[in-house]
T-cell receptor, first 112, second 114 residues
């Protein structure tokens, strides 16, 4: 079993839709949870960073962490074609300067 | 955000040759740099962690004699794939960290070994 599971998609939604992306994990020592966006042939860029359980909102993006269920989510409101990318969840036991364990990424396409 | 560059962006080489990939933090000093490998439709897998001036720490299953990492300065780390073979073909991405929350990722290097 992988430490982090993520549905690879692809996920196709119409412009303006609410997108829900999810990851599950097995390592209860993970304390820091991140979502990255990766465009084709580019490196990942950080979207959201959450410590422990709870919600965090930043513009159209909301990250949720439920440590009791070992489940994290990223919601994108009012999705735009420019949101089309691969979204990777990542987790760490000890913060951003330490080993990150990534999901496989979910490929999202937002269509006009 | 901070900028991390990688060079080359793409390289094609013959089996048995060695390839060097550079990772530079352009506007900050990176105390730690990480090297990841990403196969198609798979997640980024950490290969090794390097701190400036010290030996790299390799993840289990990564051959340190095959993937040589040098972190010579606070702004430069290099990954050398020695005696490359077709199974080493992959997307190699570095990240750099100083302090704070996040690692900043480079754009990646696509290696194709013929």
């Amino acid at each position: 079993q992988k430490e982090v599971e993520q549905d690879p998609g692809p996920l196709s939604v119409p412009e303006g839709a609410i997108v829900s992306l999810n990851c599950t994990y097995s390592n209860s020592a993970f304390q820091y949870f991140m979502w990255y966006r990766q465009y084709s042939r580019k490196g990942p860029e950080l979207l959201m960073y959450t410590y422990s359980s709870g919600n965090k909102e930043d513009g159209r993006f909301t990250a949720q962490v439920d440590k009791s269920s070992k489940y994290i989510s990223l919601f994108i409101r009012d999705s735009q074609p420019s949101d089309s990318a691969t979204y990777l969840c990542a987790m760490s036991e000890a913060g951003g300067g330490n080993k990150l364990t990534f999901g496989t990424g979910t490929q999202l396409k937002v269509e006009l | 955000g901070a900028v991390v560059s990688q060079h080359p962006s793409r390289v094609i080489c013959k089996s048995g040759t060695s390839v060097k990939i550079e990772c530079r933090s352009l506007d900050f000093q990176a105390t730690t740099m990480f090297w990841y490998r990403q196969f198609p439709k798979q997640s980024l897998m950490l290969m090794a962690t390097s701190n400036e001036g010290s030996k790299a720490t390799y993840e289990q299953g990564v051959e340190k004699d095959k993937f040589l990492i040098n972190h010579a300065s606070l702004t430069l780390s290099t990954l050398t794939v020695t005696s490359a073979h077709p199974e080493d073909s992959s997307f190699y991405i570095c990240s750099a960290y100083n302090r704070g929350l996040e690692q900043f990722f480079g754009p990646g290097t696509r290696l194709t070994v013929l």
